[in-house]
């Protein structure tokens, strides 16, 4: 039960339109709204915001990112279980990819901003030696973010 769903969409550039969209995507096989197939520089713009922004602002720039990705997740997960009836249906409402790329984005935004925030800017060739494996791996999780939001939404349609 949203308590005033109305003021929720507000928060959100177009939120009307978004969850129309978004209903739309799941109901209709619409495409998906805000993804990299429908909005490839949007989303691109997204990737470089997390790692360069984050690398040069000390995070800021990247935690915004990661913070408007997961609340537009919640916001269509949210929208989705109201609309198909219950807390079952969690699994269905937050896709696997939307997941997948909070976490990953939110491990790139920390390990990027690690060499201004520690002041050791001077140092990115033993910060990139010594951050290699966890900067592989959370790039690695958001890229099959990315990867499985550009395939899988075609499938992802589950009611009843």
Same mark, same amino acid.
């Given at each position: ?60 720039? #990247?935690? /915004?990112?990661?913070? =408007?990705?997961?609340? @537009?997740?919640? %916001?269509? *997960?949210?929208?989705?279980? &109201?609309? $198909? ?39 990115? #060739?033993? /910060?990139?030696?010594? =951050?290699?494996?966890? @900067?592989?791996? %959370?790039? *690695?999780?958001?890229?099959? &973010?990315? $990867? ?13």
């Amino acid at each position: 039960m949203l308590v005033a769903p109305g003021q929720v969409e507000r928060a959100f550039d177009d939120g009307f339109m978004y969850r129309a969209q978004f209903s739309e995507w799941y109901f209709a096989q619409a495409p998906l709204p805000a993804s990299f197939s429908t909005q490839p520089l949007s989303s691109l713009l997204e990737v470089i915001g997390v790692t360069l922004g984050a690398f040069v602002t000390g995070g800021v720039v #990247g935690l /915004w990112y990661v913070v =408007r990705m997961a609340n @537009l997740a919640a %916001f269509s *997960a949210g929208h989705l279980l &109201g609309v $198909l009836g219950g807390p079952q249906w969690i699994g269905v409402a937050l896709p696997i990819w939307s997941i997948l790329q909070i976490v990953g984005a939110g491990g790139l935004v920390v390990i990027c901003a690690e060499p201004l925030l520690a002041d050791r800017f001077s140092a990115l #060739g033993a /910060w990139l030696t010594r =951050r290699r494996r966890p @900067l592989l791996w %959370f790039g *690695a999780i958001y890229a099959a &973010g990315l $990867l499985a939001e550009w395939i899988m939404p075609t499938f992802w349609h589950f009611h009843r």
